[in-house]
T-cell receptor
Framework: KAGVTQTPRYLIKTRGQQVTLSCSPI?????VSWYQQTPGQGLQFLFE???????NKGNFPGRFSGRQFSNSRSEMNVSTLELGDSALYLC????????????????FGAGSRLTVL | EDKVVQSPLSLVVHEGDTVTLNCSYE??????LLWYKQEKKAPTFLFML????IEKKSGRLSSILDKKELFSILNITATQTGDSAVYLC??????????FGTGTRLTIIP
């Protein structure tokens, strides 16, 4: 069974540019979450999607956005990049259903390492 | 604000030692606590705990949750160099969002 796949694995951008990251969840998983990991702040929640709807959003500026497609694949976009956006962006999927709300195991992808110069 | 605190921040031990990693949480509407191991990139799942006092075990690793005192521990016995990693604790408070601690960096010296 394939795991969570994230592309690209590494990318370098300059300030002011925008970036789009992609995530393909485990087959059958309909919940997809995004996290930002930095040495100073650790793992911080960005947003979570289920059935193409954003259900939760973390405390990030509006420059961070995302979406989910009908096949559960997800993308996140960061516009007007800043130096502080340099981070590892992790996507996770889970087999969420109403009966296991709050007790889901998230399976993470290997991440996309973004460097902003 | 929901908060997860891990201790110690880092730990260096010799191969064969036993270690205990700590995780305390302050979350309203707590639903579950999860432990992950992160070596290079993707955090890999270790345990999910929802009930107090029930130990989860996998080989040399075990974990337990105390919902009254709001903490969990992760034990690793007979440590090996392959156990060197960052161990992450996270709490779920019911909306499919995990709040992570900053992690404990464990280094095993051969």
């Amino acid at each position: 069974k394939a795991g969570v796949t994230q592309t690209p694995r590494y990318l370098i951008k300059t300030r002011g540019q925008q970036v789009t990251l992609s995530c393909s969840p485990i087959s059958g998983h309909r919940s997809v979450s995004w996290y930002q990991q930095t040495p100073g702040q650790g793992l911080q929640f960005l947003f979570e999607y289920f059935s193409e709807t954003q259900r939760n959003k973390g405390n990030f500026p509006g420059r961070f956005s995302g979406r989910q497609f009908s096949n559960s694949r997800s993308e996140m976009n960061v516009s007007t990049l800043e130096l502080g956006d340099s981070a590892l962006y992790l996507c996770a999927s889970s087999l969420y259903h109403a009966g296991n709300s709050g007790a889901n195991v998230l399976t993470f992808g290997a991440g996309s390492r973004l460097t902003v110069l | 604000e929901d908060k997860v605190v891990q201790s110690p921040l880092s730990l260096v031990v010799h191969e064969g030692d036993t270690v205990t990693l700590n995780c305390s949480y302050e979350v309203t509407n707590f639903r579950s606590l999860l432990w992950y191991k992160q070596e290079k990139k993707a955090p890999t799942f270790l345990f999910m705990l929802t009930s107090s006092g029930i130990e989860k075990k996998s080989g040399r690793l075990s974990s337990i949750l105390d919902k009254k005192e709001l903490f969990s521990i992760l034990n690793i016995t007979a440590t090996q160099t392959g156990d060197s990693a960052v161990y992450l604790c996270a709490a779920n408070f019911g909306n499919e969002k995990l709040t992570f601690g900053t992690g404990t960096r464990l280094t095993i010296i051969p």
